[in-house]
């Protein structure tokens, strides 16, 4: 029996949406030989099973070579970039030959669609590009940037379902991305709201796998994740965001438990950027490691957390606070002043480690971002200062996501 055009996309994209790819594409070439109506376009078959293809290669994050690659992507006219782009532009000469209006609607969805995942493989490009070059990432930017392209998203549309997932793939980032710019300005209620938000719709994308057919009794026995693994990078991605989190306002939530409580629920969930601030401490036999946040410019700071309107602001000429000191060790406050202008003077400095002497005492001295900064404190001269700096450089780099982000377009990509 013939199928109306309704119920062919219906099934193509039931397929699509349950990552079921190959099922798509195959569909597609069983409707080729079915004898359509003249206003079924031909052409859209090849467009629709190439679709599939792209889809697959996108979920999977293969558009992105290894490191080395780079310039020879640029030349290969069969990565994904191009793929999309072809599609698109298939789509609009075939757009001009159409005349029924819920084909034309259909065609229009699509390119849409298509539209928005050329711009997002290009995001992807430059969150790969910012990670691997351990610039300074301006998450606002990054947060408005996947704004923009969430309002090209249009539902209802003819392909709601599609639509659906990539709303949630948008929100993710884009809520994950204002967590951090948050976190940089170390305000609890905004992280706390951004990370939930972040959290709720990546929750939401993984149930739009979970009735796929195959892994009702199967995925009981694969070793492998069944999620597509541009999924398992955000949820990693979450996980590293709850942990940066949980590092800044750790003072904060000891207030709520105990030490041991906090110790335990960080391992047991792997927030560990706690620990490896631990284990930096350790390893440098400091007197002690810290976090310091810049108030300066800052109207009406009243601390981290949140307070009432009745709480007054924090004494403005106490520039810079502890937000973490482990072990805590008292510490003069026109000392971290010195410190930190001084880093702060080269226009630099947000890649530069430096060590600081002030009497016998050292400083080892690096910024995280605009307004926070690593500091590790030693009795005396460091035994291996470079060893000291390659360690620091390696804490700070994960707590920027320069670890992470290079990881989004790796061909080789896996979460295990």
């Keep these: 029996m013939m199928k109306s055009h309704q119920e062919i996309v219906r099934i193509y994209f039931k397929y699509l949406t349950q990552t079921n790819f190959d099922k798509a594409k195959d ?8 004898l359509l109506s003249s206003v079924w376009p031909k052409p859209l078959f090849n467009i629709l099973c190439d679709f599939a293809v792209a889809e697959k290669n996108y979920s999977d994050t293969n558009f992105e070579p290894e490191k080395n690659k780079l310039v020879a992507r640029k030349e290969d006219e069969n990565y994904l970039d191009f793929v999309y782009k072809t599609l698109f532009q298939d789509l609009g000469l075939l757009q001009e030959e159409v005349e029924d209006n819920y084909i034309l609607e259909f065609i229009t969805s699509l390119s849409k669609f298509i539209s928005i995942r050329i711009k997002l493989l290009e995001f992807y490009d430059k969150l790969y590009e910012v990670g691997s070059s351990y ?6 930017e990054l947060a408005e940037t996947i704004e923009q392209i ?3 998203v249009v539902i ?7 639509m659906q997932i990539l709303e949630y793939e948008l929100d993710s980032m884009k809520h994950l991305f204002y967590c951090h710019w948050h976190l940089e300005n170390w305000l609890y209620i905004e992280s706390v709201l951004s990370l939930k938000r972040g959290s709720d719709a990546i929750i939401m994308w993984e149930k739009c796998y979970e009735n796929k057919e195959s892994w009702k009794f199967g995925s009981l026995f694969m070793s492998k994740n069944p999620l597509p693994r541009l999924v398992l990078w955000f949820k990693k991605f ?20 105990t030490y041991h409580d906090m110790r335990y629920f960080c391992n ?6 706690f620990t490896k601030m631990q284990l930096l401490h350790k390893k440098s036999e400091a007197q002690s490691v810290m976090l310091v946040f810049d108030t300066s410019e800052l109207t009406n700071y009243k601390g981290p957390g949140y307070w009432s309107p009745s709480r007054d602001i924090v004494d403005p000429d106490i520039k810079y606070q502890i937000m973490l000191s482990f072990p805590k060790v008292p510490i003069k406050l026109d000392v971290l002043e010195k410190l930190i202008s001084e880093n702060n003077e080269d226009e630099f400095s947000m890649n530069k480690s ?10 080892l001295i690096m910024r ?6 690593f500091i590790i404190f030693y009795n005396s001269k460091p035994k291996n200062e470079e060893k000291e700096k390659s360690n620091t450089f390696e804490f700070i780099s994960q707590l920027r996501c320069h670890r992470l982000f290079p990881l989004i377009n790796s061909s080789n990509y896996l979460v295990h």
């Design 27 to 34: 569909f597609m070439e069983r409707q080729r030989s079915v």
């Design 156 to 162: 209802p549309s003819a392909i709601d379902g599609a």
């Design 238 to 257: 979450k996980l590293m965001t709850v942990s940066k989190f949980t590092l800044y306002f750790y003072k904060v939530l000891l207030e709520f438990t």
């Design 268 to 273: 047991n969930y792997n927030l560990n950027l």
């Design 368 to 373: 995280v971002d605009t307004r926070i900064t």
């Design 150 to 152: 969430q309002s090209e």
């Design 354 to 363: 430096s060590i600081i002497y002030i009497g016998k005492a050292a400083y």
């Design 135 to 140: 610039s300074n990432i301006d998450f606002k």
